[in-house]
């Protein structure tokens, strides 16, 4: 089934140049071998196609090599330093940090080991090692390293796009290659910086941050919107900014850095019109956002639509030319390697079973891994009411202080928030700062992707005492301000969705 507005790539003189070689023919091509790439390849090799999946780097992609797993082992490794009583200058602290950084590597690498192992004997599945270059929808050729300008051309009905993204740089003057780092090169750090600025307040800048303070850095932390975490409730980004600041961290928001001299390792900032000059600063981690990879795959050639954010594509994740899908960082769809996961099963129940109807694919939560986490899913408050109008949406907030774990453990930072719809509670978007919340919101997350309502969770019974309590507290509290007034409750509800209408 074709897509509406998409084309049938023509062969034309592409497959005249494709001649040259021998082709190579699979029922399925997948380019990429990153989350979602290694999801719809092991995916559908098991349904019993064969499929060749093509990767010019590592296997695992980011989330294996350069994101997810380093950053994660990282975040766990520094925090048990830490707990340690170490400090930067104590006897041990250094042999310490770089025995933690060598750990990290050694987590990771371990990982990519046995992935390669598993793409290796999985039954029906070959890896190419390789870049990619579509010649048509069905034909990818693969130029390999060595071979010259020898490439191997794999021709597949099917071929599957999960090239994912990569590091954006910024041009920032006096910055040279052996100061500068985005995640691809921060893993590979023997020693912890002694002045690290982390430029990018998001979800990895933050992170990294926290991981190296706790190695004994001394970091500044610039962000050019009013908050750190521009996507976060402003409650939960100050949280993190007071934690941050706690572990020593400098934290600039609303700050631009404007150039970098290499002379005293000054990095110049420019924050409401006022010139800041940070001194010593011997590495900069540059996290200011993800830019697909879409470069050189022959995509302009075929007529495949891309916009800012990524490839187009529709619902059943078909891009504007028959036969051509594409998932994860690349589209403009999804930014999360668990979306990617996501999308690459989606897309594996499709192809095998295309007579299924495909369900919306819903919001995808996130989560920032700094103290305290903050874990969220759904639009923010200001979107749900420019959509919704301000009258039909309700928020709830418990504090963890106010709940019995919360107390006895002295948590005394973080909060569980529910947005939901007026009268009915259906969960429109939560979000959890504190202790494991990425753990705590899984509920919410279950509820808002199936348009399930706080009604259902207040009838939900939590052992005590757990913080998952919070949870359960919020939809009280949304029930027992709905209760006494009903008719009134449903009388606005009516008039104000008649309004929308």
């Known amino acids: 089934m074709t897509a509406p507005g998409t084309t049938r790539a023509g062969a034309g003189d592409t497959r ?43 296997v695992g992609g980011d989330c294996t090599n350069v994101g997810c797993i380093p950053s994660k082992t990282l975040l766990a490794a520094s925090r048990a330093l830490a707990e340690r009583g170490l400090r930067a200058g104590d006897p041990g602290w250094a042999d310490a940090a770089r025995t933690v950084l060598a750990f990290v590597r050694a987590k990771r690498d371990a990982l990519r080991e046995r992935e390669d192992h598993e793409v290796a004997v999985e039954p029906n599945l070959t890896l190419v090692r390789g870049r990619a270059r579509l010649l048509a929808a069905d034909r990818v050729a693969v130029a390999t390293a060595g071979d010259g300008a020898a490439e191997r051309v794999l021709v597949a009905p099917i071929v599957v796009l999960a090239t994912g993204a990569r590091a954006v740089t910024i041009p920032l003057p006096g910055l040279d290659a052996d100061v500068a780092t985005t995640n691809a090169t921060l893993f590979d750090l023997v020693d912890p910086p002694r002045h690290l600025a982390v430029i990018g307040g998001g979800a990895i800048g933050a992170e990294m941050a926290t991981a190296f303070a706790r190695l004994g850095s001394r970091v500044t932390l610039v962000e050019a919107a009013p908050q750190l975490l521009p996507a976060a409730p402003a409650a939960a980004a100050e949280l993190v900014s ?52 879409v470069d050189g795959l022959g995509l302009e050639a075929l007529g495949v639509r891309v916009g800012r954010g990524g490839i187009a594509t529709d619902r059943a994740h078909r891009t504007s030319v028959r036969g051509l899908y594409a998932i994860g960082d690349a589209t403009e769809r999804a930014k999360f390697t668990h979306a990617a996961n996501a999308q690459g099963r989606r897309l594996v129940r499709h192809l095998t079973a295309p007579w299924l ?54 948590h005394d930072a973080g ?25 705590l ?17 207040s009838r939900h019974v939590v052992a005590y005492p757990a913080l998952s309590e919070g949870l359960k507290k919020v939809a009280d509290a949304f029930v027992f301000a709905t209760l006494p007034k009903l008719p009134r409750e449903l009388g606005a509800y009516l008039r104000h969705r008649w309004r929308r209408r």
Do not use: C
């Open 16 to 58: 005249a140049e494709a001649t040259a070689v021998s082709d190579q023919r699979f029922d399925a091509v997948v380019v990429g071998a990153g989350s979602g790439g290694l999801t719809v390849a092991f995916g559908l090799a098991r349904t019993g196609k064969r499929v060749a999946v093509v990767e010019a780097d590592a």
């Open 242 to 293: 007071a934690g941050l600041r706690a572990r020593g961290v400098a934290v600039h928001v609303g700050a631009k850095a404007v150039r970098y001299e290499r002379d005293g390792g000054m990095l110049h900032l420019e924050t409401d019109g006022d010139a800041v000059a940070v001194a010593g600063v011997d590495r900069v981690l540059v996290a200011v956002g993800r830019r697909p990879n």
């Open 357 to 410: 109807p495909l369900v919306p694919e819903g919001d995808y939560p996130a989560a920032t891994f700094t103290e305290p986490e903050v874990a969220q899913v759904g639009p923010s408050l200001a979107a749900l009411q420019a959509r919704y109008g301000a009258d039909l949406v309700v928020t709830h907030r418990v504090d963890l202080a106010a709940l019995d774990r919360g107390y006895v453990e002295g």
């Open 415 to 439: 909060f569980v928030e529910a947005h939901a719809m007026r009268l009915t509670g259906r969960v429109l978007a939560a979000t959890v700062v504190g202790p494991h919340a990425a753990e």
């Open 441 to 457: 919101i899984q509920l919410l997350v279950w509820l808002q992707r199936r348009r399930g309502s706080l009604w259902q969770l």
